[in-house]
């Protein structure tokens, strides 16, 4: 046989998305060829929960605030703002971004205060996040190949502008599998307000198999077809998954080279297991009156009780072993721009004003949270957003356009080197100047800190052995513990 | 413009170069260094992999001398100042600057840099340096077809099958034939009629006869139209941040079954897909072939920076490019954006020929009709349009009339204004206090247009009790109701309603897609003064997201019905606009007669429009615009794919590395040139192949955009092109025996599979081109082959050889689709509509707010009950059962469909609402086929599910469920159950 009959990458244990056979083994082909696998041992089997090297963290959390959440507003202080306020960005006059022209530069409407240890300035907007500044390690030279929200959220995602390629937590699914078998791997819960910028696509397997994809869920949409049909009682269920199990068994032995056929008997009963178990997670009343109250799941305004709500069904599914929770607050961009995310690009003050208080006690909850209860030894916290924002005003508004060149994300948790800000941007904000980091160079950083080499966890798709990194990334050393 | 001699493709001379790269290092120190012999081939090896153009990693580009001399690296005559030499010698260690990621070259290597450099470091301008790809144009797939015709396809895979101690299994039972075939060429189960007469047929030509009817069946181009839009791309929405449907794109869909069903010779088929509309700009049924170019995903977010915009629209042409390359040519051409092809022989200029080729295209709908229904159309409308402009022509000069009227008394009116106009950050109306239960502001005209009385915002309204101790009555906490239409977004109600007119928050606004805001009070209240802005503490009021009311009145009810006008704009003074004056002075002109002169004119107007309206539009499809504009050349190689830096200049040219393949193939058929056809100019080929290849071809600058792509589409059929053919016949063997000769359909390069059966392989294409690109033809000879016939049983002995038998000792079992899972269901059930064609069902909702979102639906109903090839398939739209058994997003082409199993599968075909339905349909149909006997019911069901009869075991496991249970409990575990879904 020539070397183009691929292995396949059967996997043997089962997990809840999958135990899964697949007629696509993608792993990379030019490991096969060279005669050396994944792993320094040449053992290394995706979807086992082996990695590369020893790991840091054994699940990520990661926060989306999609709509390009300003840096220089909530993260990275910029006194040049201040003081310079209303005068032209020197260099930059006549500046056309995303929406148009720009106008002078703008401070920031909310006072920065120091805060924690470190003394880190963080917006007072955020009073509740700026407590968890010394266990935060702030990137702040962030720059995107993007300027243009959808193409962004997936870059930001999957390491490319364009779809249809796999989101970081189907990598870390097909990289390490499952660890709770009753449950996902890989759930997306997004916001009560919508989907973000180019929907599905943030959460998608790509070209992996159908199992990575993130599930979604939230507390106000539970997962689709979960519940057993209300016209079927549950005798009659019993009885019906009896015989399907009997079928299903007698076909699988008639043909016993199928392992299809075993899988397919293996997936209803997950699937089984699976009804048991969801109801459970998403039960909050299970929960305290404190705990509750931390997380605002009672809160006046609906948004952030929505949200409060789905950060504690987070804690929830990390706790029982989700691999990968991407976390969403707020959505798309509709037909106004900044009302449903942090999109500000006529009015910032009044619309951080409405973002700010939803994200800020919630989110500050968890990571309490996490902290209270040890999860966050081993779980790689991750705030991202798909870009900044200019540090000019619009043309006519009082709000920012987009900007690409310069933004601030940040790591928290497992591995990760607290009370840090690594990189920035320069006196204004507008690019990336010291330590720019990519994307790429983000993600070389989680994968590492999960057991991963970035430039050998691949998959053949297309022509090339497609990775999370593209074929680019440093792992950033200077944030790691 | 320069050609340069791009130094791999002179593939036999660097191969020479590479192997005979040391003589010259033991030669005598003054031997002359020749650039091309001695120093290129070390280049090649050592440096070019980072040090090319546009690479930033590399930082220097060492392709050409221009980069070397220009920072100083290379100093001619003078190697010790060359920073280049200090770079490469290695340390006492052994340890250099350069190579970073590799040993450091010879003493021989460096020595002989170093004596180049001092005899004045001559470069050839026209010598490149690139990267050696893996495979050059000796790879083969790019060698011309070979193949002993007087073989069969039995013939090749039995003798493979011996050489590894195997051979084909006996035949399989009819029983297990008709239903593989059935489902392989229609895509859904033979009907248990079926079953029974081909098994009870004694001809013994019945399988013959099989193939030849479905072969007929309108069901054919279906199944396998499905497989084409895979390869295609295909998908009904824009995908990216909008992600927007479209509604025009099934034209094409129907197009590709329709062709498909009429067996049209496929290489007409793809030059359709290339230049239908070239082909034949009159046919609208040619014409849509050219869809193709538009059918896959682009981001159509304006981008107002122009570097963004640059990047963005060479994204959209790169997605062609792409799209094209694999589909036809099974070359992922894509790889050589950046930089040159690392495996396969492709270059950046190749691939920015075929960027030249598209330039012209951009994605959207264009009328698509006949000269003879244009005409038609036209002549309706002409008599319409004339009236309709006549009615605009009075009504304009009537307008005018009373603006006349209103300017000689426009200072008697001007008196009256006495204040200052409307203010967006707070207009204010104070009033004899006056009792209210209702307060409503009804806006006369809208602050952006003076025509309209809707779409003005309402940050707050306040409305204020009378008395010492006022209080805002209308926040919703001192139990005020604010009502009036809204701009809605589906998925988050009240995302712009008249509540957040009432909330005492100014940051979010209520946008009226009414003429009013009207809030109820808690109680009747005296109230004497109201308050309401849309751009309350904004610094910069003026912008467009604030649009606010114009002309306004101000009215109360005690009862919701009667109202009474308590104040007006109409003493304000008018915005400050010449159309707000003249609205203000017309309305106040405008006498009774005026207006009902006015009313009758529009009224007239109003059904004239109608009437227009009627008229048929023109059939549009989505098929792109043409843009001569965009065109124009010259064009460039990106170098390292950016817009911002500019490389050499390219032309539409074919593919280089097929030159030689091309050339050297046998001729074209009798009566075939396809390259010269038309006008297309050929330009003067390049330096290094004074032969010109028949096939190949190079076009001049200026050619036209349609004759560019009318080059490219004769090229990619030409008889001496081996590859599309090839790629087109493993395409039919792989959709036949579930995996491919060559197993990666869409990359026949270094990254892809190697051919298992690569005589077999051209043996086919040989046979395609023979059989004039007759899909059918082919089909049956596959079909009929004793390897496609045999049975799928296992045999350990052999799976110990083949386990998942590439050499074929059995045909491979598969499962089904997701379309051939949700058809058969529908076909068992009895309810499957076979309605062809036309716009397709959707199993999601759509919704739109600006951008799009798809949620799944919880019931399917009737109009869902089409084959799955209808299903409007929207980009990044995730649909239960489809998704679920792995329906590719069109996100990119698919060659191939995963096939995985999980337990989202189980949930949705044991819970969702379409398996309760189709479970009872089922169990109706059974009871109506077979009476009201089980024993029967239950035969019956096994007939239409699995083509056999059940067992004792399972006849008795199956009637208690259905005791117990009832019927359709028994259906719904048939539908679950694996041997619907597997295929033997």
Redesign the interface.
């Known amino acids: 046989m020539s070397a183009a009959v691929r292995p396949l990458c059967d996997l043997t244990r089962r997990s809840f998305l999958g135990d899964v056979t697949t007629a696509l083994g993608g792993v990379g082909l030019l490991h096969l060829l060279s005669g050396s696998a994944l792993g320094e041992s040449s053992t290394w089997q995706p979807g086992q929960g082996q990695t590369h090297h020893p790991a840091k963290a054994k699940r990520v959390l990661q926060i989306f605030c999609p709509g390009a959440a300003s840096h220089m507003d909530l993260w990275e202080h910029k006194p040049a703002l201040e003081k310079y306020h209303g005068q032209p960005l020197p260099g930059e006059e006549d500046m056309v971004s995303f929406q148009g022209k720009n106008g002078n530069l703008m401070k920031s409407p909310w006072a920065f205060e120091r805060s924690g240890q470190t003394g880190k300035p963080i917006s007072s907007m955020l009073p509740n996040m700026a407590r968890h500044v010394d266990d935060i390690a702030f990137l702040h030279g962030m720059h995107s190949k993007t300027n243009t929200h959808g193409p962004g959220c997936v870059f930001m995602n999957t390491g490319h502008a364009t779809e249809g390629f796999p989101s970081a937590g189907a990598w870390i699914s097909y990289a390490l599998g499952s660890e709770n078998q009753n449950l996902p791997t890989y759930v997306a819960i997004s916001d009560l307000r919508g989907e973000p910028p180019n929907g599905k696509a943030n959460w998608s397997n790509g070209f992996l198999p159908a199992r990575h994809q993130g599930l979604m869920m939230s507390d106000q949409k539970p997962i689709r077809n979960l519940a057993r049909p209300e016209s079927v009682t549950p005798a009659e269920e019993l009885a019906a998954r009896d015989l399907l199990q009997q079928l299903n068994q007698r076909f699988a032995s008639s043909h016993p080279a199928n392992s299809d056929l075993q899988a397919r008997l293996a997936a209803y009963e997950l699937a089984a297991r699976m009804q048991m178990s969801a109801p459970e997670v998403a039960d909050l009343s299970r929960e305290s009156d404190v705990v509750h109250e931390l997380y605002a799941t009672r809160d006046p305004n609906h948004l952030k009780a929505a949200y409060g709500r789905n950060c504690l069904l987070a804690r929830r599914l990390l706790e029982r072993g989700v691999r990968y929770v991407n976390l969403y607050c707020a959505s798309r961009a509709s037909g106004v721009d900044g009302l449903l995310n942090w999109d500000a690009h006529k009015t910032l003050k009044a619309d951080y004003e409405r973002h700010c208080p939803i994200f800020d006690q919630p989110t500050a909850a968890l990571l309490t949270d996490l902290k209270r209860t040890g999860l966050l030894d081993d779980t790689l916290v991750l705030w991202t957003t798909e870009f900044g924002r200019m540090p000019t005003h619009q043309a006519g508004t009082a709000g920012r356009d987009h900007n690409p060149d310069g933004f601030t994300c940040w790591m928290m948790g497992a591995g990760v080197r607290g009370g840090v800000s690594h990189g920035a941007t320069d006196e204004f904000g507008r690019r990336a100047e010291q330590h720019p980091t990519t994307v790429w160079d983000f993600y070389a950083t989680v994968l590492h800190l999960l057991g991963y080499d970035h430039e050998r966890l691949t998959w053949y798709h297309n022509g090339l052995d497609r990775r999370l990194t593209d074929v680019h990334g440093n792992v950033i050393k200077e944030v790691l513990g | 413009m320069r050609f340069f001699s791009p130094w791999h493709v002179l593939f036999l001379l660097a191969v020479m170069l590479i192997s005979a790269a040391s003589p010259n290092l033991a030669g005598a120190q003054n031997a002359s260094v020749d650039f091309e012999r001695d120093i290129a081939p070390v280049i090649q090896t050592h440096c070019i992999r980072c040090h090319h153009p546009g690479n930033p990693k590399g930082d220097v580009s060492l392709a050409t001398a221009d980069d070397l001399t220009e920072n100083g690296y290379l100093i001619a005559g003078d190697p010790d100042s060359s920073h280049l030499i200090e770079l490469i010698l290695a340390d006492d260690d052994g340890e250099a600057e350069m190579p970073k990621d590799g040993k450091a070259l010879s003493i021989e290597q460096t020595a002989l840099i170093r004596r180049w450099i001092d005899q004045g470091a001559k470069w050839p301008d026209a010598v490149i340096v690139r990267e050696k790809p893996k495979a050059d144009a000796s790879w083969w797939a790019l060698q011309p077809l070979a193949a002993d015709t007087d073989r069969t396809i039995d013939d090749y895979v039995s003798a493979q099958l011996a050489e590894h101690g195997l051979e084909l299994s006996p035949r399989a039972d009819r029983r297990t034939l008709i239903r593989r075939v059935t489902y392989d060429l229609t895509g859904l189960p033979p009907t248990p009629e079926q079953v029974q007469a081909f098994v009870d047929d004694p001809d013994p030509q019945a399988y013959e006869k099989l193939v030849d009817q479905l072969l007929q069946s309108p069901r054919y181009g279906e199944r396998w139209g499905r497989h084409w839009l895979d390869v295609v791309r295909f998908g009904e929405s824009n995908?990216?941040?909008?992600?927007v449907i479209i509604n025009d794109l099934w034209p094409f869909r129907d197009y590709v079954i329709r062709s498909i069903n009429a067996d049209k010779p496929f290489d007409q088929f793809i030059r359709e897909h290339i230049a239908g509309d070239v082909i034949a700009p009159d046919n609208p049924d040619v014409a849509v072939g050219s869809a193709f170019l538009v059918a896959g995903?682009y981001?159509d977010?304006g981008?107002?920076?122009?570097v963004?915009a640059a990047?963005?629209r060479a994204?959209t042409l790169d997605?062609i490019i792409r799209a094209t390359s694999?589909a036809f040519l099974g070359l992922?051409v894509?790889?050589a954006r950046c930089h040159d092809h690392k495996?396969?022989p492709i270059t950046q200029e190749d691939y920015y020929g075929l960027y030249a080729s598209f330039a012209g295209i951009r994605h959207g709908s264009v009328p698509l009709a006949t000269p003879q229904e244009k005409h038609e159309r036209s002549q309706s409308l002409e008599p319409l349009e004339k009236q309709k402009r006549d009615i605009e022509k009075q009504l304009g000069a009537l307008d005018k009339q009373i603006l006349q009227r209103a300017n000689s008394q426009r200072e008697a009116f001007q008196q009256g204004w006495t204040r200052p106009p409307v203010d967006r950050t707070g207009t204010e109306e104070t009033f004899d206090p006056v009792n209210a239960k209702f307060v409503r502001l009804v806006c006369l005209s809208q602050d952006g247009n003076p025509n309209a009385a809707n779409g003005f915002r309402i940050d707050e309204m306040e409305v204020w009790s009378d008395g010492p101790d006022p209080r805002n009555v209308a926040l919703a906490r001192n139990g005020g109701k604010a009502t009036g239409p809204a701009?809605q977004?589906e998925?988050?109600p009240d995302?712009?309603g008249p509540q957040l007119a009432i909330d005492g928050k100014?940051?979010?606004?209520f946008?009226a897609t009414g003429n009013h805001l009207t809030i109820e009070l808690e109680q009747p209240t005296i109230i004497r003064r109201v308050i309401f802005s849309s751009a309350r503490?904004?610094?910069?009021p003026?912008?467009s997201?604030f649009r606010f009311v114009a002309e306004y009145r101000i009215e109360v009810s005690e009862d919701g019905e009667t109202w009474k006008q308590i104040a007006s704009g109409d003493d304000r003074q008018p915005i400050d606009q010449q159309a707000f004056l003249e609205h203000r002075l017309r309305r106040l002109a405008t006498s009774e007669e005026d207006r009902q002169a006015r009313a009758s004119l529009q009224k007239e107007l109003n059904q004239i429009k109608q009437e227009i309206a009627k008229v048929p539009p023109l059939p549009s499809a989505w098929i792109g615009r043409r843009v001569p504009a965009d065109a124009k050349g010259p064009f460039h190689v990106f170098l390292g794919g950016s817009p911002q830096k500019k490389g050499p200049v390219v032309v539409p040219s074919s593919l280089s590395a097929l030159d030689r393949a091309a050339n050297s193939a046998h001729q074209p058929m009798a009566g075939e040139d396809l390259v010269s056809t038309g006008s297309s100019r050929l330009a003067e080929g390049p330096k290094e192949s004074p032969q010109k290849p028949d096939a190949a071809y190079r076009l001049e600058p200026g050619t036209e955009e349609a004759e560019r792509r009318l080059a490219l589409a004769n090229w990619l059929v030409h008889p001496n092109n081996p590859l599309t053919p090839r790629v087109l016949a493993n395409r039919l063997w792989h959709y036949h025996f579930?995996t491919g000769i060559?197993?990666?359909p869409?990359?026949f390069?270094f990254?892809?599979?190697?051919?298992?059966h690569p005589e077999l392989l051209d043996l086919l294409a040989i046979r395609l081109q023979e059989n004039g690109w007759h899909l059918k033809k082919l089909h049956r000879q596959i079909l009929l082959s004793a390897t496609y016939r045999q049975s799928s049983g296992?045999r350990p002995d052999a799976?110990k050889i083949?386990a998942?038998a590439?050499?074929l000792w059995r045909f491979p079992?598969r499962?089904l689709s997701a379309e051939e899972i949700r058809d058969t269901i529908l076909q068992i059930s009895g309810k499957l509509d076979l309605t062809p064609g036309g716009p397709g069902f959707r199993l999601y909702h759509f919704m739109q707010?600006?951008?799009c979102?798809?949620v799944?639906l919880d019931e399917h109903g009737p109009e869902t009950y089409r084959r799955a090839v209808y299903h409007q398939n929207a980009?990044?739209?995730?649909v239960?059962l489809m998704?679920?058994f792995?329906q590719p997003?069109c996100?990119?082409?698919t060659?191939?469909?995963?096939?995985?199993?999980?337990?989202?599968?189980?949930?949705?075909m044991?819970?969702?609402?379409f398996t309760?339905d189709m479970a009872d349909a089922l169990a109706k149909r059974l009871e109506s086929d077979s009476g009201n006997q089980l024993d029967g019911q239950i035969e019956r069901a096994y007939a239409l599910c699995y083509a056999r009869s059940p067992t004792q075991t399972?006849r008795q496991?199956?009637r208690?469920?259905a005791r117990?249970?009832g019927l359709s409990?028994?259906c719904?575990?048939?539908l679950?159950?694996?041997?619907l879904i597997?295929l033997?």
């Open positions: 995908g990216f941040e909008r992600n995903p981001d977010v981008n107002q920076d122009p963004q990047q963005i994204n997605e694999e992922t894509g790889c495996f396969d701009r977004i998925d988050f995302a712009y100014a940051g979010a606004r946008i503490g904004e610094s910069n003026d912008h997201k579930g060559v197993d990666t869409s990359d390069g990254m892809g599979g190697r051919p298992t296992y799976a083949d998942d590439r050499l079992p499962r707010d600006n951008v979102t798809y799944p980009r990044a739209s995730v239960d998704t679920d792995d997003d996100a990119f082409s060659p191939r469909r995963a096939e995985t199993t999980t337990p989202l599968q189980a949930l949705t044991l819970n969702h609402q309760l399972e496991a199956c208690e469920l117990s249970h409990a028994l719904r575990v048939l679950n159950s694996s041997e597997y033997h």
